[in-house]
């Protein structure tokens, strides 16, 4: 069985899918730290990150490993986890995750691994899963989404809100909700709200 949590950012994808993955015993997995392991790698190398053929053969060690508790990044044995979320990488990530051979790259990942799983991002529903059973797609005001992520960011709230709102404008392409699947405002939810209503849908 395939559950696929859509959203836009910041929008609770990544916590709301750990708890419904943890509540379920399965993995999940979060697609969007994988754009983000291209950046970070693209960055390092000083590479063109609109250029896919600069990017694609830094890519050769790069694995996702899909744990309940929470995701990780390696690339060969370096676990570049801890520097995937950082202000630098939110602001190449769209224009990476805007290359379809990078798209292709991302989606034969996740294809390969085994169900069941939750997966996480903003196609799970709609391209990488089409198929899967059951599918939400979470959304949030931007100041909202802004307010939560000042807690784990150094930047002020406004900042925060203004950056989310543009990766959201670069994102939009590949962030349509599935037609199939249900919307879930988290705005007035606590996080266990969300959490309990997926797993009420899902029962
Ligand atoms: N009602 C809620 N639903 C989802 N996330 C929430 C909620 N309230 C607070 N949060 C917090 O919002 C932050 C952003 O969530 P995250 O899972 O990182 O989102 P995404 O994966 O969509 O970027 C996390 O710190 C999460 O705990
Ligand atoms: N399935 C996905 C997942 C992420 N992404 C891209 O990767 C970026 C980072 O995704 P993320 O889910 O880690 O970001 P947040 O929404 O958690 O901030 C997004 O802004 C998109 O550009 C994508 O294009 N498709």
């Known amino acids: 069985m395939i559950v696929t949590i859509d959203g836009v950012a910041a929008s609770g994808k990544s916590s709301v899918s750990s708890g419904v993955a943890q509540a379920l015993g399965v993995p999940y997995v979060s697609s969007g730290l994988l754009y983000r392991a291209v950046t970070l790698l693209g960055l390092g190398a000083g590479a063109n990150l609109a250029d896919p053929a600069a990017l694609l053969p830094l890519l050769s060690g790069v694995r996702l490993e899909p744990l309940a508790s929470g995701n990780r990044v390696w690339n060969a044995d370096h676990d570049l986890t801890a520097d995937l979320h950082s202000t630098r990488v939110d602001t190449g990530v769209s224009v990476v995750a805007a290359l379809p051979e ?8 996740l294809r390969a691994l085994p169900a069941p799983l939750v997966a996480e991002g903003r196609d799970m529903g709609t391209n990488v899963f089409p198929h899967a059973p059951h599918k939400f797609y979470l959304t949030a005001s931007p100041h909202v989404r802004a307010e939560r992520r000042a807690r784990e960011r150094p930047e002020d709230i406004p900042a925060i809100e203004a950056a989310l709102t543009e990766r959201d404008r670069l994102d939009t392409t590949q962030s349509a909700p599935a037609p199939d699947a249900r919307v879930i405002d ?6 266990k709200g969300v959490i309990d209503t997926i797993l009420n849908d899902l029962r």
């Open 102 to 109: 990078i798209r292709e790259w991302v989606d034969a990942q």
């Open 186 to 191: 988290t705005g007035p939810l606590t996080l």
